[in-house]
């Protein structure tokens, strides 16, 4: 990583969580549980707007947001749908993971 992408993060980082969450079922009672891995994270907050669906848009709006993570502290391997990222007590779930032009940064597609 270039000396550029770390004084960038070290000037315009922000503190977050990764959660890995693993959802297990137990037919017996009916539970569903939830057991969850924390690992902290800096991030850079990109662009945020509420998202509005057409045929949901009178009960509840989507928030979008965008975040840049450097690559070397996202998992390469891990499923999406069991990764939240969580930034001033708000979780994400993120939908899309983009490779930047910036060789080791990520772009973070995510939704609250």
């Not at 979008?64 to 007590?89: C, V, Y």
Request: proline content about 6%.
């Amino acid at each position: 990583m270039s000396p550029d992408v770390d004084q960038f993060f070290h000037d315009w980082g922000i503190p977050a969580t990764l959660e890995h969450v693993l959802h297990s079922y137990d037919p017996t009672t009916g539970d569903v549980e939830e057991t969850s891995t924390t690992t902290n994270v800096t991030i850079v907050d990109g662009n945020q707007n509420a998202v509005n669906h057409p045929r949901t848009s009178a009960l509840a709006a989507t928030q979008s947001a965008h975040f840049l993570i450097r690559s070397k502290e996202f998992p390469e391997t891990m499923d999406l749908g069991q990764l939240r990222l969580l930034r001033d007590q708000h979780g994400y779930a993120i939908q899309r993971v983009h490779e930047s032009p910036i060789p080791g940064l990520l772009l973070l597609e995510c939704t609250r």
